[in-house]
């Protein structure tokens, strides 16, 4: 399979782009272009592309503007994938995207952590969740022919925490951005346990 790592164009799938790359680090929009080519990969892997449900432009900007909710801009008073999920419904109707496409996409990137789940709530949920998880090293979706040109193209560095980083950053502004379970209560306890001399942290 030759491997596309072509962006797409158009309208929404720019926005959505100018928006991460406002709003995010260059690391975290590297870290969401990755999250979709990986995606799209997963969809011509599981032979899904010619599904009536898969729209390039929607999962373009569902994973390109996943972790939007890790922005200086996003207000704390909710989980980040929430946060960012309404974040990003405003540049989709902005270019005329529907209300039940932007409900699809405010979905699938408000569930794009959650394990267990997503992959049950629809295509675009599914590619999208599996997409990031993938991207993190939490899955083995794809194999590593598919995998291996995506890191060449943009490489990602081992020792990079900046998702990571900004997860907790968020978390520590207040408790409604890390509700109990979430993986921003776990990744703020763990932090919290570090710099009090308790465990090795994430």
């Known amino acids: 399979m030759t491997v596309n790592l072509s962006l797409p164009d158009g309208p929404v799938a720019e926005a959505s782009l100018v928006v991460a790359r406002e709003l995010t680090s260059e690391s975290i929009v590297n870290h969401s ?5 990986f995606a799209r990969l997963l969809a011509e892997h599981e032979g899904a592309v010619n599904d009536a449900d898969y729209d390039e432009a929607l999962l373009f900007a569902a994973t390109v503007m996943h972790d939007l909710g890790l922005s200086e801009e996003a ?3 909710a989980r980040f994938e929430v946060e960012g999920a309404d974040m990003a419904v405003p540049v989709l109707t902005l270019h005329g995207v529907t209300e039940e ?7 699938a ?5 959650t394990m267990g789940i997503a992959s049950r709530r629809g295509l675009l949920t599914h590619l999208t969740h599996v997409g990031v998880m993938v991207e993190v090293g ?11 040109p995506v890191h060449q193209a943009l490489p990602r ?23 109990p379970f979430s993986i921003s209560a776990e990744l703020y306890r763990l932090s919290s346990s570090r710099r009090d001399g308790f465990g090795d942290g994430p």
């Open 33 to 37: 272009i990755r999250s979709f080519w």
């Open 75 to 77: 207000p704390a008073e």
């Open 101 to 107: 496409d932007a409900d699809r996409v405010w979905e």
């Open 109 to 113: 990137i408000a569930m794009h952590a």
């Open 138 to 148: 939490r899955a083995d979706a794809l194999p590593a022919e598919l995998v291996r």
């Open 157 to 179: 560095d081992p020792h990079d925490t900046s998702v990571r980083d900004a997860i907790i950053r968020h978390a520590s502004r207040s408790e409604a951005a890390r509700p």
